[in-house]
Nanobody, 116 residues
Framework: QVQLVESGGGLVQPGGSLRLSCTAS????????MGWYRQAPGKQRALITSITSGGSTNYVDSVKGRFTISRDDAKNTMYLQMNSLKPEDTAVYYC??????????WGQGTQVTVFS
């Protein structure tokens, strides 16, 4: 079992920045990849970026160059640095962990609202 706790959402104006955190506990050594998803109102939850246990990262085009995923293994924490935020980035952001058995674990979600 893996438990994920997120923090860092909030309100920000366009062009602003936020950093989300996702702290993992439990069977951390079983995790092979972690990612950030987001779900905007009326839309499906979608993966925006991921990072493997080896440190490889991937981003969808809509966030590439603006968002950065990283992790601090000493703190068991994954981060999402979000810069140059746009109103279309408004969503609930979820972190996810996938273990070697392909079991998926989710954080509780954190709201990010970009308003002018």
């Amino acid at each position: 079992q893996v438990q994920l706790v997120e923090s860092g959402g909030g309100l920000v104006q366009p062009g602003g920045s936020l950093r989300l955190s996702c702290t993992a506990s439990g069977s951390i050594s079983s995790i092979v990849v972690m990612g950030w998803y987001r779900q905007a109102p009326g839309k499906q939850r979608a993966l925006i970026t991921s990072i493997t246990s080896g440190g490889s990262t991937n981003y969808v085009d809509s966030v590439k160059g603006r968002f950065t995923i990283s992790r601090d293994d000493a703190k068991n924490t994954m981060y999402l640095q979000m810069n140059s935020l746009k109103p279309e980035d408004t969503a609930v952001y979820y972190c996810q962990a996938l273990n070697f058995l392909a079991q998926s674990y989710w954080g509780q979600g954190t709201q990010v609202t970009v308003f002018s």
